[in-house]
């Protein structure tokens, strides 16, 4: 399934009917304010940092099938978040990068963690509490895309859901020397293990932008798309 939401550029924070059409990959659009920001900030590009984070009883078939689950669902380590500086506003000392980097870090870690890996499979589903480190508007739009945002794709087919890879390349942006917004490329692969014994690989690739308060780093809207990887 194919699923895109195009922005309305005259109504940023307003959201906007879904449409939607065949295909194999699905993908979703928000309206950002990055342009917005950019604008007002003037953005100088400057080299970032790299980051490194007894017999039993006669069973039923359907008691079979339970323990297949259980059997098939043996914990697997998710891949930690590599998350990566490539282009800063001036004035933002070395060091500082290092902080900002974590920051952004948080929110994209933890929406993935809360999304798409967390509970038991099958999972029962997914709602706006499940996108932890977004805004309220973005967390609503994002749990009506959640066949994109999240692993509702599969959450009733499958035992266990794994991140393989998990990477964010950063690109913040700043006012006299404050970095005050930040638009991050990520790309998640996963391994789905499905009740039949069967695993598949997904690709969720794409952009989400984030918004600044305080110390506080927030998703506020995304570009992502969804595909299912070919072995």
């Known amino acids: 399934m194919r699923l895109r939401l195009h922005p309305l550029h005259h109504r940023p924070h307003g959201a906007v009917p879904l449409h939607t059409s065949g295909g194999r990959t699905s993908r979703s659009t928000v309206a950002a304010l990055t342009l917005a920001l950019v604008a007002a900030v003037g953005l100088t590009a400057c080299s970032g940092d790299d980051a490194a984070d007894s017999a039993s009883a006669p069973t039923s078939a359907a008691d079979d099938s339970a323990s297949t689950a259980e059997a098939l669902s043996i914990d697997k380590a998710n891949a930690k978040l590599t998350a990566r500086v490539v282009e800063i506003g001036p004035g933002v000392k070395k060091q500082q990068q290092t902080h ?3 920051q952004l870090a948080r929110p994209i870690e ?5 999304a798409y890996l967390a509970g ?4 029962q589903g997914y709602t706006t509490k ?3 480190g977004w805004t309220a508007q973005a967390a609503t739009l994002a749990a009506r895309d959640k066949k994109t945002t999240s692993s509702d794709f599969v959450r009733q087919k499958a035992v266990q859901v794994v991140a393989d890879r998990r990477d964010a390349r950063l690109f ?22 499905m009740k039949s014994g069967a695993e598949k690989k997904y690709a969720v690739a794409g952009q989400v932008y984030l918004t600044r ?6 998703i506020f809207g995304y570009d992502l798309h969804r595909t299912e990887l070919r072995r």
Do not use: E, Q
Not at 172 to 193: E, P
């Open 110 to 114: 933890v929406w993935m963690d809360s």
């Open 100 to 102: 900002i980097r974590r």
């Open 130 to 132: 499940d996108f932890r």
């Open 172 to 193: 913040v942006f700043t006012m006299n020397g404050v970095a005050g917004g930040a638009t991050a490329k990520v790309y998640l692969i996963m391994t789905a293990t």
């Open 120 to 123: 038991d499979f099958p999972h």
């Open 213 to 218: 308060k305080g110390n506080d780093w927030r």
